[in-house]
């Protein structure tokens, strides 16, 4: 099998298993809270396990700057699922996805604002085109609180995203599982505070899907991901990542009967679009190598996408 045809297969089902995530959050029965730790946490048994046996624990080429950036960049991710995951409680899965991936032009607002990067004005026709889209898919009336703080916790996702995107892209010369298995580990005695684990005691089936966010949907995921990245070319990864939105939205009508309206459905095409230009732009200009450089859309985790 051609390499490039092997790496297609693996980043479709990764984003797959991604389109998948929100059933599994809401099924855990828990809040986002205790979801994401114990998502941090399988997680991180996942990925040093993997790591460990693969050798990637030797000659690491973890430095206390770049583990410290990793660490960053695993407080702003932890929280950004934080935020996801209340969006999926607060509107829906479909709306939730769909809004948290106007990630790359949050991506883009701050290389201007922090990295000093000049704005071409086809961009900001595409940020235009994003938020006319955004607009039509939130589809929120003035009295309808509780939709209107589910784009909220999106949107709070998707800049917490992009933020730690911009982190990690400082990171060099260390594999990208390893900067996953810091962030994820980094989310354990973060989250501590504020999970209540009294709520645990009556999850029963529900450990069964919190496993399996770690395990699947962050363990195997990221894998698959890591290894299709190093067989494609960037424009394809683009492309490929818009599996994810449209998996949930599938499954988020199969399993819970929830679809968008006609109004809110002309906004996704927008949003993909101009997020997609967006990302091939970006992808097109010169930019610094780094062990863990991943486009924008890829996914819902800054070293990943995941």
């Given at each position: 099998m051609r390499n490039e045809t092997r790496g297609?297969?693996?980043?479709?089902?990764?984003?797959?298993?991604?389109?998948?995530?929100?059933?599994?959050?809401?099924?855990?029965?828990?809040?986002?809270?205790?979801?994401?730790?114990?998502?941090?946490?399988?997680?991180?048994?996942?990925?040093?396990?993997?790591?460990?046996?693969?050798?990637?624990?030797?000659?690491?080429?973890?430095?206390?700057?770049?583990?410290?950036?990793?660490?960053?960049?695993?407080?702003?991710?932890?929280?950004?699922?934080?935020?996801?995951?209340?969006?999926?409680?607060?509107?829906?899965?479909?709306?939730?996805?769909?809004?948290?991936?106007?990630?790359?032009?949050?991506?883009?607002?701050?290389?201007?604002?922090?990295?000093?990067?000049?704005?071409?004005?086809?961009?900001?026709?595409?940020?235009?085109?994003?938020?006319?889209?955004?607009?039509?898919?939130?589809?929120?009336?003035?009295?309808?609180?509780?939709?209107?703080?589910?784009?909220?916790?999106?949107?709070?996702?998707?800049?917490?995203?992009?933020?730690?995107t911009l982190v990690t892209k400082r990171i060099t010369g260390v594999r990208p599982h390893l900067i996953a298995l810091v962030q994820v580990t980094t989310g354990i005695p973060l989250l501590l505070p504020f999970a209540d684990f009294g709520e645990v005691s009556g999850l029963g089936a529900g450990w069964g899907w919190l496993a399996g966010l770690g395990l699947l949907h962050t363990g195997v995921m990221y894998v698959l991901m890591y290894a299709a990245y190093q067989k494609l070319p960037t424009a394809k990864i683009a492309v490929l990542a818009f599996t994810y939105p449209a998996v949930a939205m599938l499954v988020d009508w199969l399993v819970y009967g929830h679809h968008i309206g006609l109004v809110q459905a002309l906004g996704v095409p927008l949003i993909v679009l101009a997020s997609l230009k967006v990302t091939l732009g970006r992808a097109a200009a010169p930019a610094p190598r780094t062990a863990a450089r991943v486009p924008a859309a890829a996914s819902p985790a800054a070293t990943r996408s995941g």
């Open positions: 297609t297969l693996e980043l479709t089902l990764a984003m797959v298993l991604s389109g998948t995530l929100g059933v599994f959050v809401v099924e855990a029965g828990a809040s986002p809270f205790v979801v994401v730790f114990f998502r941090c946490l399988f997680g991180a048994l996942a990925l040093g396990a993997y790591s460990l046996a693969r050798g990637f624990l030797t000659g690491h080429g973890l430095t206390p700057r770049t583990f410290g950036l990793a660490a960053l960049g695993g407080a702003l991710i932890v929280f950004n699922w934080v935020f996801l995951f209340e969006a999926y409680e607060a509107t829906s899965i479909s709306l939730a996805t769909v809004v948290y991936h106007t990630q790359p032009f949050f991506l883009v607002l701050f290389g201007a604002v922090v990295l000093r990067e000049r704005i071409a004005a086809a961009k900001v026709g595409w940020l235009v085109v994003a938020f006319a889209g955004l607009v039509l898919v939130s589809g929120v009336r003035p009295g309808d609180t509780a939709s209107l703080a589910g784009l909220g916790y999106a949107l709070a996702a998707a800049v917490l995203y992009a933020l730690s």
